[in-house]
Nanobody, 125 residues
Framework: QVRLEESGGGLVQAGGSLRLSCTPP????????MGWFRQAPGKEREFVAR????????YYRDSVKGRFTISRDNAKNTVYLQMNSLKSEDTAVYYC??????????????????WGQGTQVTVSS
């Protein structure tokens, strides 16, 4: 089973930036759409962003539009989430996920077949 590794989380002040990275060690994910989800304490895991296989189409949850950017470099086998203007409500564990069905705007957890273990993002106000 494909597993993903996230990195780049940490503690940042409100208004700051972080860039998360995700890669499947030893595997390729160029045949998958990729997504980022997050889960805050006591809350359900929620969709953050999605990028098509080619990288040409992206989707975002409304609360992060204009602040977050998802991108991918298939040559480097890495997907990124650039997070700017961070807010305290962005505090969560962020998960990278892969979807072998590369089409459409799929935002539900069950639609993604493989996951990373998550990286903590904490935004202090």
């Amino acid at each position: 089973q494909v597993r993903l590794e996230e990195s780049g989380g940490g503690l940042v002040q409100a208004g700051g930036s972080l860039r998360l990275s995700c890669t499947p060690p030893g595997r390729t994910f160029s045949n998958s759409a990729m997504g980022w989800f997050r889960q805050a304490p006591g809350k359900e895991r929620e969709f953050v962003a999605r990028i098509a296989r080619s990288g040409s189409i992206t989707y975002y949850r409304d609360s992060v539009k204009g602040r977050f950017t998802i991108s991918r470099d298939n040559a480097k086998n890495t997907v990124y989430l650039q997070m700017n203007s961070l807010k305290s409500e962005d505090t969560a564990v962020y998960y990278c996920a892969g979807d072998y069905n590369g089409s459409g705007n799929r935002q539900f957890v069950y639609q993604y077949g493989y996951w990373g273990q998550g990286t903590q993002v904490t935004v202090s106000s």
